[in-house]
Structures are given as C-alpha cells and as structure tokens.
C-alpha cells in the first residue's frame, strides 16, 4: 500500500542528497522561493490597499478584481 510513498520518498531523498553535492544547484529554487514570496506580497498587498482606501465606494470592487486578476497572471507569467 505505502510501496508509491516510499519509492517517492527515495527519489526525494537522492535529489536532496545531489543537490547538496552541488550547491549551484540549490540557486534557482532559492530564487523561486524569493520571487513567489515578493510577487505574492505585492498581490495580497495590492489588493487589501484597494480593499481598505476605498470602503463603501461598490464602483471600485469591480475594479479591484480586474486588478487583481491582472496581479495574478502577470505572477502565472512570470
């Protein structure tokens, strides 16, 4: 039953094991990490500055979602 977790478990330990071996390797998912945490911070941040500056005013929600979603894809294409 467990046969697929331990063979994904394995295949996970040798990558850690590899990219250890070579630091290099270690580059692109640390800059990853960085770009998803800014990208996210600048959506969520966006959004809840829009959300809180315009309270009451309804002709913004429909604004606010364009922007968001335009947030959202410029982030899918980067």
Do not use: C
């Not at 331990?6 to 270690?26: H, N, Y």
């Not at 990853?32 to 315009?54: H, K, T, Y």
């Amino acid at each position: 039953m467990f046969e697929r977790l331990e063979a994904g478990w394995k295949i996970g330990s040798l990558i850690r094991k590899e990219v250890f071996k070579d630091r290099q390797l270690m580059l692109y998912p640390l800059l990853s990490i960085i770009v998803i945490a800014v990208e996210s911070i600048l959506i969520i941040g966006s959004f809840l500055i829009l959300n809180f500056s315009q309270i009451g005013n309804t002709s913004t929600y429909i604004f606010q979602a364009e922007f968001v979603i335009a947030l959202f894809m410029f982030y899918l294409i980067s």
